[in-house]
């Protein structure tokens, strides 16, 4: 199983995605990640997303389709994926499937974690006081909930003409939004090409 992960930041993306693998024994990939270590390590790669980063504004596609492209085509061959951060607007979505296309490793199946957005917010304010991450501040946490608004959910209607877009109340708590998502997926995992 190709899967991606869609869903408003602090929707619980990389808990469930981390869940997923796990339940279905493919790989958890996450570009949210993936930027953050190179970030970390000072890489250049890093340093030249730093900034968008902490803004909580988006990382051009060259640059986390370069970091995911071997991965993603690994777990391809390896059984399937769970892909979380990445596609994030409609026109990455479409350049994502071109270059996936190619090594026949394009999304299968998104499922929507669907979080009313004043919880997206509580949630995220209550992680950065556990968690510390630069980007969970509050102006961040508001810039990013808008540009999901804009960008990522034009994705939803994008997956469900294209491919198979499964949607779960991601509001509950976590074992019962696992429990939906799996069921979810495995009703429509027998139809997936």
């Known amino acids: 199983m190709r899967l991606l992960l869609i869903g408003p930041p602090g929707s619980g993306k990389g808990t469930q995605a981390v869940a997923l693998a796990d339940h279905f024994g493919i790989a958890h990939i996450s570009s949210g990640e993936l930027l953050r270590r190179h970030v970390a390590e000072g890489t250049a790669l890093g340093r ?3 900034d968008a980063i902490s803004r909580g504004d988006l990382v ?4 986390v389709m370069d970091i995911l492209r071997k991965p993603v085509e690994a777990a391809s061959r390896n059984g399937g994926y769970v892909l979380d951060g990445f596609p994030r607007t409609v026109a990455q979505a479409e350049s994502a499937y071109l270059v996936a ?16 957005r004043d919880e997206l917010i509580a ?4 992680r950065a006081h556990s968690d510390g991450r630069s980007d969970d501040r509050e102006d961040v946490i508001l ?4 540009v999901f608004e804009q960008l990522t959910r034009p994705m939803l209607d ?6 198979t877009l499964v949607s779960v109340d991601g ?12 069921a979810a997926l495995e009703q429509v995992r027998p139809h997936l090409s």
């Not at 074992?175 to 939906?180: G, I, L, R, S």
């Open 101 to 116: 296309k190619d090594i026949d490793a394009w999304v299968q199946v998104a499922l929507y974690l669907d979080v009313p």
């Open 143 to 146: 810039h990013r909930q808008d």
């Open 158 to 163: 994008y997956y469900a003409r294209r491919e």
């Open 48 to 50: 030249s997303v730093a």
């Open 60 to 63: 051009p596609d060259a640059v």
């Open 171 to 182: 509001s509950g708590p976590i074992a019962e939004v696992t429990a939906a998502a799996i």
């Open 123 to 126: 949630r995220m304010l209550n």
